[in-house]
């Protein structure tokens, strides 16, 4: 066989390690992109919503308490998702996301969440209302 062979087969190689490399990662950060948006609101907390570090794609991708309620309602945002008190303190998912009531819609005029749902003792600094009794509220308003 001829030298050239050997230095095309090597280069044809590295360049699939490379493509290769790339799109595991880029499919990594997609998967989170697209997994934001299906949250109400997502700031200010963002990957950090549902991954115990807030850039994921770094290599490390575990995910907290809420992440994997998440990945298990099959990586949807709804009514059960926002009754779950993924992380344990006492607030309800859908109170620290924004949207207690699970519709996919923002509470009243909430553009940042109140607390991580992923992470213990982070409930928001504001005294919340019952969460039951704002769904019952939101949907007077709502008309439902």
Do not use: Y
Not at 65 to 82: Q, Y
Not at 101 to 123: F, K, R, Y
Request: glycine share 10%; charged share 20%.
């Amino acid at each position: 066989m001829k030298p050239e062979f050997f230095t095309t087969a090597k280069r044809c190689l590295a360049e699939w390690a490379v493509m290769t490399t790339v799109l595991v990662w880029s499919s990594v950060c997609l998967a989170t992109d697209l997994d934001m948006a299906q949250l109400p609101v997502s700031t200010p907390h963002l990957c950090a919503s549902c991954h115990t570090s807030a850039s994921p794609s770094d290599g490390d991708s575990a995910l907290n308490p809420f992440g994997v309620d998440f990945l298990e309602n099959g990586r949807v945002w709804d009514s059960n998702l926002a009754q779950l008190n993924s992380d344990g303190d006492n607030c309800l998912n859908g109170v620290e996301v924004g949207d207690s009531d699970g519709d996919g819609q923002p509470d009243g005029n909430v553009d940042e969440q109140s607390g991580n749902p992923g992470v213990a003792d982070d409930c928001g600094s504001n005294d919340l209302v019952d969460e039951r009794t704002w769904d019952a509220l939101k949907a007077i308003f709502d008309g439902n």
